[in-house]
């Protein structure tokens, strides 16, 4: 069995750098490292694994699967290393705890700029590190440990291994280009829109997931033309011409005047959407400054549901 403790840092470092490089020499000059010191490391690295990691070819050297394995190991351990280092540095100059928080870009744009500022006002010795990612991607780095809290779409939890809270809700319209077939109707289902061209999101998104699944169900394949990352950027898609889109309601009517874009209701259940805060394990057993995070926003999303429910009765 291989021992952690006589995995040399520095001939990880060299490992690595051949990996980037292709070449043995090129890597020791990146680490002021003579040849014949390096070619030795690198022995001693492969004797220590009991496998071998790197394939000499014509062209310099590539990996074998065992050093992809390595090296993708040893770049997770560099990450957290540099993170470490990090949050060390700034409790060297006074904070005293570090949240990292990843967000769909649907609740980002739900949640007031200044709500999050208050946080961060209130809160002057908590650093607060806020990711944009999709919903699968979030709630991957949370079961990682990468993150404290996951703010996503609700439809994304799955296998009950996460705790959620509800943070706020929000309303998918469909968005159409000027001269679209569908432009003069008020309402649509999305079943109407598989038909014709889409712009859809990146994999991993909850939008993404929830329009294959609704494909899916309705026995058809979706035809999309574009997949792209930001909801900004799929409005421009749309107003160019590329097909028809889902959006949130607050996105779709601040941009359907200026980019020309008709807004159409989307008759499905699934388009009234929950967003949650998940957590692993219990709430209650969050370190204090991310309780204090949850209370501060989940409090600011029960206000705007309150809102929203009241205007919808008006």
Same mark, same amino acid.
């Given at each position: 069995?291989?021992?952690?403790?006589?995995?040399?840092?520095?001939?990880? *470092?060299?490992?690595?750098?051949?990996?980037?490089?292709?070449?043995?020499?090129?890597?020791?000059?990146?680490?002021? =490292?003579?040849?014949?010191?390096g070619?030795? *490391?690198?022995?001693?690295?492969?004797?220590?694994?009991?496998?071998?990691? =790197?394939?000499?070819? &014509?062209?310099?050297m $590539?990996?074998?699967?065992?050093?992809?394995?390595?090296?993708?190991?040893w770049?997770?351990?560099?990450?957290?290393?540099? %993170?470490?280092?990090?949050?060390?540095?700034?409790?060297?100059?006074?904070?005293?705890?570090?949240?990292?928080?990843?967000? &769909?870009?649907?609740? =980002?744009?739900?949640?007031?700029?200044?709500?999050?500022?208050?946080?961060?006002?209130?809160?002057?010795?908590? %650093?607060?590190?806020?990711?944009?990612?999709?919903?699968?991607?979030?709630?991957?780095?949370?079961?990682?440990?990468?993150v404290?809290?996951?703010?996503?779409?609700?439809?994304?939890?799955?296998?009950?291994?996460?705790?959620? $809270?509800?943070?706020?809700?929000?309303?998918?319209?469909?968005?159409?280009?000027?001269?679209?077939?569908? +432009?003069? *109707?008020?309402?649509?289902?999305?079943?109407?829109?598989?038909?014709?061209?889409?712009?859809?999101?990146?994999?991993? &998104? +909850?939008?993404?997931?929830?329009?294959?699944?609704?494909?899916?169900?309705?026995?058809?394949?979706? *035809?999309?033309?574009?997949?792209?990352?930001?909801?900004q950027?799929?409005?421009?898609?749309?107003?160019?011409?590329?097909?028809?889109?889902l959006?949130?309601?607050?996105?779709?009517?601040?941009?359907?005047?200026?980019?020309?874009?008709?807004?159409?209701?989307?008759q499905?259940?699934w388009?009234?959407? $929950?967003?949650?805060?998940?957590?692993?394990?219990?709430?209650?057993?969050?370190?204090?400054?991310?309780?204090?995070?949850?209370?501060?926003?989940?409090?600011?999303?029960?206000?705007?549901?309150?809102?929203?429910?009241? %205007?919808?009765?008006?």
């Open positions: 069995m291989i021992s952690p403790q006589r995995l040399d840092p520095l001939s990880l *470092r060299l490992f690595d750098a051949v990996a980037e490089t292709g070449s043995l020499g090129a890597a020791c000059r990146r680490l002021n =490292l003579a040849p014949a010191a070619s030795r *490391r690198l022995a001693m690295l492969e004797a220590e694994v009991g496998l071998p990691l =790197l394939e000499r070819h &014509s062209r310099g $590539r990996l074998t699967p065992a050093g992809e394995t390595l090296r993708k190991g770049r997770g351990v560099e990450t957290a290393m540099a %993170r470490l280092a990090l949050e060390l540095d700034d409790m060297a100059g006074g904070v005293d705890a570090h949240l990292r928080v990843a967000a &769909s870009a649907s609740v =980002l744009l739900l949640l007031p700029l200044d709500v999050l500022g208050g946080f961060l006002r209130r809160e002057p010795k908590v %650093r607060l590190d806020l990711r944009e990612m999709p919903s699968g991607e979030a709630l991957l780095a949370l079961r990682r440990g990468d404290e809290l996951a703010l996503v779409d609700a439809i994304s939890l799955a296998g009950g291994d996460l705790a959620q $809270r509800f943070l706020c809700s929000d309303e998918l319209v469909a968005v159409v280009p000027p001269g679209h077939r569908l +432009a003069g *109707r008020g309402a649509v289902s999305f079943r109407d829109m598989l038909d014709d061209d889409l712009v859809g999101y990146v994999d991993g &998104s +909850a939008l993404q997931s929830t329009m294959r699944r609704a494909a899916d169900e309705a026995g058809l394949a979706l *035809r999309m033309r574009v997949q792209a990352q930001g909801m950027t799929v409005a421009g898609f749309v107003a160019a011409g590329f097909g028809a889109a959006l949130p309601r607050v996105l779709a009517e601040r941009h359907a005047a200026e980019m020309g874009l008709t807004v159409l209701n989307l499905d259940a388009a009234q959407r $929950r967003h949650v805060i998940a957590a692993r394990g219990e709430f209650s057993a969050l370190l204090p400054a991310a309780r204090r995070f949850v209370e501060v926003i989940a409090s600011t999303g029960t206000e705007r549901e309150s809102l929203r429910v009241a %205007r919808w009765q008006a």
